[in-house]
C-alpha cells in the first residue's frame, strides 16, 4: 500500500538523476546528505546488499563527495559523471523506474 504513496524523497532522487535536469550543488549535497541519513538509519535495503556492493557504494559516495569539495565550479562539465556516481552511491536505496508505482 505504501509503494501508492507519494513519495517526495523518492520524486527527488528521480528528478535529480533524470538526463534531461541540470544538475547543480545543492542536488549533489542533497543526494549525499540523504544517503548518510539512510547508511545512519540502517535502511533494510542497505542490509540487504553484499559487502562488496556497500564498498562499491561507498567508493563513488567519497568520489563524489571529494569532487564537490575540490571542484566547486564544474558541475556543467562534470554533471554525467556525477548523476553516475551518484546513481552507483544510492545503489539499493531506490526501485528502478519500471518497479514505480504510479500515484
Known amino acids: 500500500m505504501s509503494a501508492l504513496l507519494p513519495n517526495p524523497a523518492e520524486d527527488r532522487f528521480a ?3 533524470r538526463p534531461s535536469h541540470v544538475l547543480c550543488k545543492d542536488d549533489v549535497v542533497w543526494m549525499l546528505e540523504y544517503i548518510k541519513k539512510k547508511v545512519a538509519e ?3 535495503r542497505l542490509l540487504e546488499l553484499s559487502q562488496p556492493r556497500l564498498l562499491q557504494n561507498y567508493q563513488y559516495y567519497s568520489e563524489t563527495a571529494m569532487l ?3 571542484r566547486r565550479s564544474m558541475f556543467d ?3 554525467d559523471r ?3 556516481w ?9 526501485p528502478n523506474p ?6
Do not use: N, S, V
Request: no cysteine.
Open 98 to 103: 519500471e518497479d514505480r508505482q504510479p500515484f
Open 77 to 79: 562539465q562534470e554533471a
Open 15 to 17: 528528478q535529480i538523476l
Open 42 to 44: 540502517k535502511d533494510p
Open 86 to 94: 551518484l546513481r552507483e552511491a544510492a545503489y539499493g536505496l531506490y
Open 68 to 70: 564537490l569539495i575540490h
Open 82 to 84: 556525477l548523476k553516475a
